[in-house]
């Protein structure tokens, strides 16, 4: 299953994207970040980032769309723009009829290294170790969409109804 992960921000929007199943190691096939700049109309920023998502997903055809759930934060400004780009993921993903999940992080922090609170510093080696590289992804918005896309390989629901259709299929 090819899942790309999007951890979103306006900034910086960490994507990934992978190819795996529950209990496999994956294959990364792209790891980076969309940026923009600061200091342009909100509006233009958004236009830049879906058509950035727009060639990822038209490039590499995923299955499936896992994107960070947006928390609630003390900064309303920082959780506004994060709830924005998440918008643009699921607006793309709805146009062109692709699965969502929406994972926390507590929950992908717990899918890659077994433990919910674990530190950004172990989320990136633990992903760097799954997804097989030789560095670990940077900037750590690049690592987070990465343990994203695993979460959902991994334990979303569609990968759970891939599988099943795979044995399926093979009987």
């Known amino acids: 299953m090819r899942v790309l992960g999007i951890d979103p921000g306006l900034t910086r929007c960490g994507v990934a994207v992978i190819d795996g199943l529950p209990g496999r190691p994956v294959t990364a096939h792209f790891v980076g970040v969309i940026t923009t700049a600061p200091d ?6 958004l236009v ?41 993921g699921l607006l793309l993903a709805g146009q062109r009829g692709i699965r969502v999940g929406m994972h926390t992080p507590t929950e992908v922090k717990a899918a890659v290294t077994g433990n919910g609170r674990a530190e950004k ?5 633990m992903v760097t170790k799954i997804a097989q590289l030789k560095a670990v992804p ?32 093979s009987k």
Do not use: C
Not at 40 to 45: K, L, M, N, V
Not at 142 to 166: C, F, M, N, P, Q
């Open 121 to 125: 510093n172990q989320v990136a080696l």
């Open 40 to 45: 342009s109309e909100i509006a233009d920023r």
């Open 138 to 169: 940077k900037p750590a918005d690049a690592a987070d969409a990465l343990a994203i896309a695993i979460t959902h390989a991994w334990r979303g629901s569609v990968a759970a109804k891939y599988e099943a259709a795979r044995k399926a299929m």
């Open 48 to 88: 830049i980032l879906h058509a950035e998502l727009a060639v990822l997903i038209d490039n590499y055809s995923p299955d499936a769309i896992a994107i960070e759930r947006v928390f609630s934060q003390q900064n309303v400004r920082s959780a506004m723009s994060t709830a924005q780009a998440a918008g643009i």
